[in-house]
């Protein structure tokens, strides 16, 4: 059975999407620690990130350099963090959080609730980044 994952990168269920290529999906996760926070996944559907065979996690860090270089683009901050946790959804994924200090990446705090126009604009405004 699908993970959520692939069926947001399949188009399946609606996402705010930052970038795309053949093998890789970035899209804005909905329940932000802040604005920009965003997920990275292999649209090939493996459970771990180092379960994942070494051209598919080389291509996966590639991918998430860039989409982080386009946060730090579209939405100021001092650093984009990186985390892999990978316990709530089966499915590989790094996710790519902008920092203005350490706590803004704290999975425990409360989330940030965006409008979806809100989220539409991020997600352009990062795309914008990505496109370039």
Do not use: W
Request: proline share 5%; glycine share 6%; aromatic share 10%.
């Amino acid at each position: 059975m699908a993970t959520i994952f692939s069926k947001i990168a399949a188009g399946e269920i609606p996402s705010y999407k930052v970038a795309e290529s053949e093998n890789y999906f970035a899209f804005l996760d909905i329940n932000p620690m802040v604005e920009g926070h965003t997920l990275v996944i292999p649209k090939k559907e493996v459970d771990y990130i180092f379960d994942l065979d070494e051209e598919t996690y080389a291509g996966l860090t590639a991918f998430a350099k860039k989409v982080a270089e386009a946060i730090g683009r579209a939405i100021p901050c001092k650093r984009v963090g990186v985390a892999v946790l990978g316990m709530e959804v089966p499915h590989a994924h790094i996710h790519l959080v902008p920092l203005q200090k350490e706590s803004d990446m704290d999975f425990r705090g409360e989330k940030k609730s965006l409008s979806p126009e809100r989220f539409k604009e991020i997600a352009a405004a990062i795309a914008a980044e990505f496109n370039k």
